[in-house]
C-alpha cells in the first residue's frame, strides 16, 4: 500500500462550480456513476434502477438543527456561537466565534432575550470547544432563535428555503450541525420507487459536528486528529444488515456519516457512543458495499474516506470528469454512486 501526504486528495475546483442553491427538485441533480473504470453522466432519480432488489440503503436519520446563535459581551463586543452538542440540563458545548474570549463566568446577552453563562472550555481546559448553559432549554432556544447552520462555502444568509433544503426528508432525532447531504437527494419519489423495486431501507443516526469542516494541517495525514461524534446502529438496522448479508443483498451506505457509523460499530463493537474514525486508503471496510456521496472539500478527510472506499486514482480520476463536465460541489452540489473497490 503507497504511502499518501495531504497533497495527494488536492484537486483544481473553478469557484464557480461550488453549490450556492440546491437544485430546484431533490432528485433532479445529477448522479454521476462511478461504480466502473469508465464514468456515466446520469440523473439522481435514477438510482433505484442501478440497485438491485435485495439491496439494503442505510440512511442517517438526524436532524439539523438551527445552530448558529448571535449575542454580545457585556461589553457590547459582537459574537457568534455554532452549538455542537447540547449535554444534560441547559449545557451545551459550542464553538465561539468573538473578537476577544470573555472570562469565565460571562453571561452573554443572546438574540432573543436568553442567555449564556461561559462555563470554560471542553473537553477540558486546553480544548477548542466552550461550555455554557443557556437560561433555558436549548433545543427550543435554537429553534426559536437561532439560524441554519449553513457551511462556510456557502456565501448567503440562511432563508426560508434553506430550512427546507438543508434537511433530509427523513430527518428524525435533533442534534446535527450540517447535513448527512447525500440524503438531500432522496424526495418521496424515489423513495417510493427504491420500494416498488424491493430495495430495503434502514436508518443510523450520527450527529454531524462543524469539525467535519475542520481542515486538515499536517502533510502527514497520519497525524492528523479526527473529530468525535455520537452514532446510535438501532438494533432493527442491525438486524435488518444481517438479513441483507443472508439474502445476498449489498449494504448502501447513504453518506459518507453512515459509513462512519457503519464501519465504527463494526470495528468496535458497540452499538452507541462517540466516534474519531479515520478512514484512509488501506482501511478494511466490513459492513459497506456501495456508497452514495456527494463531492468534497479538497483536502479534505472524506476525499481520503472516498479514495479508501473506491480506490485513489479512481476517485481522483472521478473528480477531474466531475470538474471537466461541470458538476456542481459539496453540500448543495450533485453525487456521485461507487462501489468498495479491494
Not at 427504491?194 to 495525514?221: C, N, Y
Not at 458497540?270 to 456501495?290: E, H, K, S, Y
Request: proline share 6%; glycine share 8%.
Amino acid at each position: 500500500m503507497p504511502s499518501f501526504t495531504l497533497a495527494d486528495f488536492d484537486f483544481a475546483l473553478p469557484p464557480d462550480l461550488i453549490a450556492q442553491h440546491p437544485a430546484p427538485e431533490r432528485s433532479a441533480s445529477r448522479l454521476l456513476d462511478g461504480r466502473a473504470d469508465a464514468p456515466v453522466d446520469r440523473v439522481f432519480r435514477e438510482l433505484p434502477a442501478l440497485l438491485q432488489p435485495g439491496d439494503l440503503l442505510v440512511f442517517n436519520d438526524t436532524q439539523v438543527v438551527k445552530a448558529r446563535l448571535y449575542g454580545e459581551k457585556p461589553t457590547g463586543g459582537k459574537l457568534e456561537l455554532l452549538v455542537e452538542r447540547v449535554l444534560h440540563g441547559h449545557a451545551v458545548v459550542a464553538h465561539m466565534k468573538v473578537s476577544k474570549k470573555p472570562p469565565v463566568g460571562t453571561v452573554l446577552a443572546m438574540q432573543g432575550g436568553f442567555t449564556a453563562t461561559l462555563l470554560g472550555r471542553w473537553p477540558d481546559e486546553d480544548g477548542a470547544l466552550f461550555h455554557f448553559a443557556f437560561s433555558d432549554d436549548p433545543y427550543a432556544l435554537m429553534e426559536r432563535h437561532g439560524h441554519v447552520p449553513l457551511p462556510p462555502y456557502i456565501e448567503h444568509a440562511d432563508t426560508a428555503d434553506d430550512v427546507q433544503r438543508y434537511q433530509t426528508v427523513f430527518a428524525r432525532h435533533p442534534g446535527a450541525v450540517a447535513a448527512p447531504t447525500a440524503a438531500l437527494h432522496f424526495d418521496e419519489q424515489v423513495l417510493a420507487a427504491l420500494e416498488a423495486r424491493g430495495i430495503e431501507r434502514a436508518s443510523l443516526t450520527l450527529h454531524v459536528g462543524a469539525g467535519t469542516f475542520q481542515p486538515v494541517k499536517t502533510d502527514d495525514i497520519t497525524q492528523h486528529r479526527m473529530h468525535s461524534e455520537w452514532y446510535d446502529v438501532p438494533a432493527a438496522t442491525q438486524d435488518a444488515i444481517a438479513s441483507c448479508r443472508a439474502r445476498g443483498g449489498r449494504v448502501v451506505a447513504v453518506g459518507t456519516t453512515s459509513v462512519r457509523t457503519l464501519e465504527s460499530w463494526a470495528r468496535s463493537g458497540r452499538a452507541r457512543g462517540d466516534t474519531d474514525i479515520f478512514i484512509t486508503p488501506g482501511f478494511r471496510f466490513q459492513v459497506v458495499d456501495l456508497l452514495v456521496t456527494n463531492f468534497h472539500l479538497p483536502k479534505s478527510t472524506l476525499m481520503m474516506l472516498v479514495s479508501a472506499f473506491a480506490g485513489h486514482a479512481h476517485v481522483m480520476a472521478l473528480y477531474r470528469h466531475a470538474v471537466q463536465h461541470r458538476y456542481r460541489f459539496f453540500s448543495y452540489g450533485d453525487s456521485m454512486l461507487l462501489e468498495r473497490r479491494t
